[in-house]
């Protein structure tokens, strides 16, 4: 199993930005996918759930209305929309799997290793 993000990098405030994450060595339809994050100095935060077909989404309160998951299974990949991005948006994601089909498992059993989104002007 493998989970590669990509989509980060510096920038403004108000910008929009979509991060992906590209799955391999499993069966990505079946299984929930969910994003989470680490901001300078503190603990992990989780973000959003998606279920396998992508119709069912949970997010964390602070960001609904401007974060959206999404998946392409036809390319095994998951997908992050953030929009009108703030400086507390600075932080590294990462996307995790489950073997537990809950939109808020107590347990991950693989990540990647995270993208850098670094919001300022």
């Known amino acids: 199993v493998q989970l590669v993000e990509s989509g980060g990098g510096l920038v403004s405030p108000g910008k929009s930005l979509r991060l992906a994450c590209v799955a391999s060595?499993?069966?990505?339809?079946?299984?929930?996918m969910y994003w989470w994050r680490q901001a300078p100095g503190k603990g992990l935060e989780w973000i959003a759930s998606?279920?396998?077909?992508?119709?069912?989404?949970y997010y964390e309160d602070s960001v609904k209305g401007r974060f959206t998951a999404s998946r392409d299974n036809a390319k095994n990949t998951l997908y992050l929309e953030i929009q009108n991005l703030k400086p507390e948006d600075t932080a590294l994601y990462s996307c995790?799997?489950?073997?537990?089909?809950?939109?808020?498992?107590?347990?991950?059993?693989?990540w990647g290793p995270g993208t850098q989104v670094t919001v300022s002007s």
């Open positions: 995790r799997r489950s073997s537990l089909d809950q939109p808020r498992p107590a347990h991950y059993d693989y």
């Open positions: 998606i279920n396998g077909d992508g119709t069912d989404t």
């Open positions: 060595g499993f069966s990505f339809r079946h299984y929930w």
